[in-house]
């Protein structure tokens, strides 16, 4: 039998018979105007992927970052790709009108856009005149579509720029993370992957992603009414019942997280933003670059704790201060450090000082794995038992015995809003001893090697050691100590 290429249908080619089927059960049933449409979006993606002169071609990164990082993989550029394809798969999944029905459930502003990802695919770049290229393109697919306004923000990996969609006018923030080194894609990748499944009113929100080999640009809803603390301050008021309302928004976000199976590991302060300025703001949890599946509270609140399985999470990685002990002691542990940093943010909140504070290192590790804090000095005297007990249930160095979100949202002192303690100003005190925090330092070199996170390696190498020793000689069991580095569990 002859086939030919030019036969029409029906006939004996099996090409042209697909056609015919494809015509005549699909093409035919599909309106003209969605075809408008989608070949309008792939005009549009084309000259957003293809076309171009250069923008943004800063090299990005802060200095004196002062954050433990997990080690870096060794997997290399395929872990973002590989976020962002699962990114993409969701996206696809997602209608919009199952995301509208989400956004009108928690209140979000509404977004332009469904999460979508623009990705650029590598191999079109050439080892010399990647940087160039790519530069090109990022221009013509993020400048056509948002205009960049200013830079707001710097992290250890990203810059975050505020911005404004074209058509809409709407504000939005873009965080452009550097994704050349391993550190830096491994921090994209862990945020991307929690990102993409989040929604809720009290969690950032991802609108879109534009993926190049360097550099991976999220698109967040923006945050413009500032950081917890700073909010505090500039109140000229604040009471136990203001805390409460605070820790209530951070509770909810958190208790959403770890109901998804989601270890956040760097909460603190700055990473708490209010929506807007107005004092009816939604305060939002942020940055998870350091956040993490694994470790969810029923696994916690079970007790094994006799394996990896139940606590699953081995990496060290956070902020010193808000470091949960068990993290320090390179122990297996789980959502629980989330609830330890909560209740590091609970006691700074009500007092402008840290619970945990030396200019060693070593020494503060010593004191947060001794679980040792004291409520002395104002404005403790003014405040609440109650207050202090809620700071106590989330500070025991027995992880199982911490309080998790959904109890902590349940404490008498959370949900009555503070009602029976007193209604004292505590303001004044409170930003006296941040002011006086915040000047001790500046007076010490961020860039110092205490601060560095390699010296922040050795206190932890001395910590573990000399704890060590302590359950040796008191002939404690002692959880795993798995040594710092490549054969660390990355999780
Ligand atoms: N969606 C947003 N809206 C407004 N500001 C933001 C937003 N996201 C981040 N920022 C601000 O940008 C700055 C950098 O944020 P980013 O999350 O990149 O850094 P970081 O992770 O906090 O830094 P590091 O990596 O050192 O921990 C912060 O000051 C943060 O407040």
Same mark, same amino acid.
């Given at each position: 039998?002859?086939?030919?290429?030019?036969?029409?249908?029906?006939?004996?080619?099996?090409?042209?018979?697909? +056609?015919?089927?494809?015509?005549?059960?699909?093409?035919?049933?599909?309106?003209?105007?969605?075809?408008?449409?989608?070949?309008?979006?792939?005009?549009?993606?084309?000259?957003?992927?293809?076309?171009?002169?250069?923008?943004?071609?800063?090299?990005?990164?802060?200095?004196?970052?002062?954050?433990?990082?997990?080690?870096?993989?060794?997997?290399?550029?395929?872990?973002?790709?590989?976020?962002?394809?699962? +990114?993409?798969?969701?996206?696809?999944?997602?209608?919009?009108?199952?995301?509208?029905?989400?956004?009108?459930?928690?209140? +979000?502003?509404?977004?332009?856009?469904?999460?979508?990802?623009?990705?650029?695919?590598?191999?079109?770049?050439? =080892?010399?005149?990647?940087?160039?290229?790519?530069?090109?393109?990022?221009?013509?697919?993020?400048?056509?579509?948002?205009?960049?306004?200013?830079?707001?923000?710097?992290?250890?990996?990203?810059?975050?720029?505020?911005?404004?969609?074209?058509?809409?006018?709407?504000?939005?923030?873009?965080?452009?993370?550097?994704?050349?080194?391993?550190?830096?894609? =491994?921090?994209?990748?862990?945020?991307?992957?929690?990102?993409?499944?989040?929604?809720?009113?009290?969690?950032?929100?991802?609108? =879109?992603?534009?993926? +190049?080999?360097?550099?991976?640009?999220?698109?967040?809803?923006?945050?413009?009414?500032?950081?917890?603390?700073?909010?505090?301050?500039?109140?000229?008021?604040?009471?136990?019942?203001?805390?409460?309302?605070?820790?209530?928004?951070?509770?909810?976000?958190?208790?959403?997280?770890?109901?998804?199976?989601?270890?956040?590991?760097?909460?603190?302060?700055?990473?708490?933003?209010?929506?807007?300025?107005?004092?009816?703001?939604?305060?939002?949890?942020?940055?998870?670059?350091?956040?993490?599946?694994?470790?969810?509270?029923?696994?916690?609140?079970?007790?094994?704790?006799?394996?990896?399985?139940?606590?699953?999470?081995?990496?060290?990685?956070?902020?010193?201060?808000?470091?949960?002990?068990?993290?320090?002691?390179?122990?297996?542990?789980?959502?629980?450090?989330?609830?330890?940093?909560?209740?590091?943010?609970?006691?700074?909140?009500?007092?402008?000082?840290?619970?945990?504070?030396?200019?060693?290192?070593?020494?503060?590790?010593?004191?947060?794995?001794?679980?040792?804090?004291?409520?002395?000095?104002?404005?403790?005297?003014?405040?609440?038992?109650?207050?202090?007990?809620?700071?106590?249930?989330?500070?025991?160095?027995?992880?199982?015995?911490?309080?998790?979100?959904?109890?902590?949202?349940?404490?008498?002192?959370?949900?009555?809003?503070?009602?029976?303690?007193?209604?004292?100003?505590?303001?004044?005190?409170?930003?006296?001893?941040?002011?006086?925090?915040?000047?001790?330092?500046?007076?010490?070199?961020?860039?110092?090697?205490?601060?560095?996170?390699?010296?922040?390696?050795?206190?932890?190498?001395?910590?573990?050691?000399?704890?060590?020793?302590?359950?040796?000689?008191?002939?404690?069991?002692?959880?795993?100590?798995?040594?710092?580095?490549?054969?660390?569990?990355?999780?």
């Amino acid at each position: 039998m002859v086939r030919s290429n030019t036969c029409r249908p029906p006939c004996c080619c099996g090409r042209s018979l697909l +056609f015919a089927h494809l015509k005549q059960h699909l093409l035919e049933r599909i309106p003209a105007a969605v075809w408008t449409l989608l070949i309008s979006e792939l005009h549009s993606a084309y000259r957003r992927c293809f076309l171009s002169p250069a923008w943004l071609d800063h090299r990005v990164m802060g200095c004196g970052n002062t954050k433990v990082l997990p080690e870096a993989s060794k997997k290399g550029y395929v872990s973002v790709v590989q976020s962002l394809v699962a +990114f993409s798969k969701a996206h696809v999944m997602m209608s919009r009108t199952s995301m509208q029905r989400r956004e009108e459930l928690h209140g +979000f502003p509404p977004v332009l856009k469904i999460s979508n990802l623009h990705q650029t695919d590598s191999s079109r770049y050439s =080892e010399r005149d990647d940087s160039r290229t790519e530069s090109q393109s990022i221009r013509t697919s993020l400048i056509h579509v948002y205009d960049i306004k200013a830079l707001i923000g710097r992290g250890s990996f990203s810059r975050v720029v505020r911005v404004e969609h074209r058509a809409t006018r709407q504000p939005f923030a873009i965080k452009m993370m550097e994704v050349e080194g391993p550190e830096g894609r =491994e921090v994209c990748a862990s945020e991307l992957a929690v990102l993409q499944r989040v929604s809720h009113s009290h969690v950032i929100q991802l609108i =879109e992603v534009f993926q +190049f080999p360097q550099r991976v640009y999220m698109v967040l809803e923006l945050a413009t009414g500032g950081e917890l603390l700073d909010r505090v301050v500039s109140r000229g008021h604040f009471t136990e019942r203001d805390a409460t309302q605070a820790l209530r928004m951070v509770l909810a976000g958190v208790a959403y997280l770890h109901n998804l199976g989601i270890t956040h590991r760097d909460l603190k302060p700055e990473n708490l933003l209010y929506y807007h300025p107005g004092a009816d703001s939604r305060l939002l949890v942020t940055d998870f670059g350091l956040a993490t599946f694994g470790g969810t509270w029923s696994e916690v609140s079970s007790g094994d704790h006799s394996g990896a399985e139940t606590w699953s999470l081995r990496t060290t990685c956070g902020t010193p201060e808000y470091m949960a002990p068990e993290v320090l002691l390179s122990r297996p542990y789980s959502c629980a450090v989330d609830m330890w940093a909560l209740g590091v943010i609970a006691y700074i909140v009500l007092s402008g000082s840290m619970p945990f504070e030396d200019d060693s290192r070593t020494r503060l590790y010593r004191s947060i794995v001794r679980g040792k804090y004291s409520f002395h000095g104002d404005p403790w005297p003014s405040v609440s038992n109650l207050a202090k007990d809620f700071i106590h249930r989330l500070l025991p160095l027995d992880p199982a015995s911490r309080l998790s979100a959904d109890q902590a949202l349940r404490h008498p002192w959370v949900s009555t809003m503070a009602a029976s303690s007193s209604m004292k100003n505590l303001h004044r005190s409170i930003s006296q001893n941040l002011r006086q925090r915040a000047s001790r330092s500046s007076s010490r070199c961020p860039s110092s090697n205490e601060s560095s996170a390699d010296s922040t390696n050795v206190g932890l190498g001395k910590l573990i050691s000399l704890e060590g020793n302590q359950e040796q000689q008191q002939g404690r069991a002692s959880g795993p100590h798995p040594a710092r580095g490549a054969s660390t569990p990355s999780n």
